[in-house]
């Protein structure tokens, strides 16, 4: 039996304490620091305040190709149209340095999830944000 995402490692560093101004800055950065020398796949928000900044900061001074190509980057979307969603992506790219995302996590929001899953209109904008190279794929959050 094929494993659905067989490839997400089995632990996945949260990004949301980066974001904590409470935090001092140069602690978060050598956490963002110690997660990315890792090799850990990055889950993230600009829901997290700071936390882009902190990773663009580190992809910025520890990666030597590409920022962000090393470090697969799952990136919360939320919902509504793909219009928001593009727009999401772009406030996330951004911050991060980076032109995609490994991994777009849609949320159930105005309906979105029951289009998708009935295979509805949204697919195809969301398609065409694959094709451009935004995202490498989604996945759909469901609450129960």
């Known amino acids: 039996m094929t494993r659905l995402l067989g490839d997400l490692p089995p632990y996945i560093y949260g990004t949301t304490r980066l974001g904590d101004?409470?935090?001092p800055r140069h602690q978060r950065l050598a956490v963002a620091r110690a997660a990315v020398n890792r090799g850990l796949w990055m889950h993230?928000?600009?829901q997290y305040d700071e936390a882009l900044e902190v990773l663009g900061e580190i992809f910025a001074d520890e990666m030597t190709d590409r920022p962000g190509s090393g470090t697969p980057i799952i990136?919360?979307?939320g919902g509504g149209t793909a219009e928001d969603i593009r727009t999401t992506i772009a406030e996330?790219?951004?911050p991060l340095g980076v032109e995609s995302v490994t991994i777009g996590q849609l949320s159930p929001v105005e309906g979105l999830e029951r289009d998708l899953l009935a295979?509805?209109?949204a697919l195809?904008?969301?398609k065409d944000l694959k094709d451009e190279g935004?995202?490498?794929r989604f996945v759909l959050e469901i609450f129960p």
């Open 21 to 23: 101004r409470s935090v």
């Open 119 to 121: 295979g509805g209109a």
């Open 92 to 94: 996330n790219l951004d």
């Open 75 to 77: 990136v919360k979307l």
């Open 124 to 126: 195809s904008p969301l």
């Open 44 to 46: 993230t928000s600009r």
């Open 134 to 136: 935004l995202v490498g």
